[in-house]
Each structure stands twice: as C-alpha cells, then as structure tokens.
C-alpha cells in the first residue's frame, strides 16, 4: 500500500484547509483511515480516524472542526479542516491500519502499518 498525502499550506487563523491522500495497492479490506500530525516538539497525535463500517473518531482538540471523509471510486480520502488555529500547525500524516478494532476500542497510531510522506500545515495568528 502507498498514501500520497497533499493539500498542506499556509493559511491564517480561522481559515480552511482540505488535505488529501491517495491511496494505491492492495487496500482492500483495510480496517480503518486516519489522519495524524506531529510538530517538533511533540509526539505524533491522533486527528481522525475513519472505520472500515464509516464511523469516525476525533482528537478532542479537533472535534467539530475537522472532518474525515473518503471518495472510495477514487481511493482517496480527505481531512477537511476548518477554524484552524496556530496550535494546528504541524506535520499531517495520511495513514491505513489493517486492523478492525471494535467500536468501543481506540485507535492509535501503533494500529497504523502504512504511512504517506507528510504534509506542512502552517497557521498563523
């Protein structure tokens, strides 16, 4: 499996952003999609998780705000981002898991066995 994650950039402080990541090879039966982002001083965090039934977790810092979506005939899946503030500044990672945990489990980032390259986030105050 390869992610090609894009869509990262420079906004200002309640604008929006919408990252993209493109998955190819054998995706078939991936139990879950996920978004994750990590800045230097930090560890990697979760922002989005999207099930493989549809359903979809948030990082508490990002609920109401960011949405994942996926466009299946196209592969591609999409973290829409939306009041951004400067504390959303980071790296932000494309992943796939191919683990199905139950909907009572949480996923973390040790779940996810494929990784794209990255995208900058910048956002400034």
């Known amino acids: 499996v390869q992610l090609q994650a894009s869509g990262g950039g420079f906004v200002q402080a309640g604008g929006s952003l919408r990252l993209s990541c493109v998955a190819s090879?054998?995706?078939?039966?991936?139990?879950?999609v996920g978004w994750f982002r990590q800045d230097p001083a930090s560890e990697r965090e979760l922002v989005a998780v999207?099930?493989?039934?549809?359903?979809?977790d948030y990082g508490d810092s990002v609920k109401g705000r960011f949405t994942i979506s996926r466009d299946r005939a196209k592969n591609t899946y999409y973290l829409q981002m939306t009041s951004l503030k400067p504390e959303d500044t980071a790296v932000y990672y494309c992943?796939?898991?191919?683990?199905?945990?139950?909907?009572?489990?949480?996923?973390?980032?040790?779940?996810?066995?494929?990784w794209g390259q990255g995208t900058l986030v910048t956002v400034s105050s």
């Open positions: 090879g054998r995706t078939y039966g991936m139990g879950a």
């Open positions: 999207e099930r493989w039934g549809g359903t979809a």
């Open positions: 992943a796939m898991s191919n683990r199905r945990l139950i909907s009572s489990s949480r996923y973390t980032a040790e779940d996810f066995t494929f």
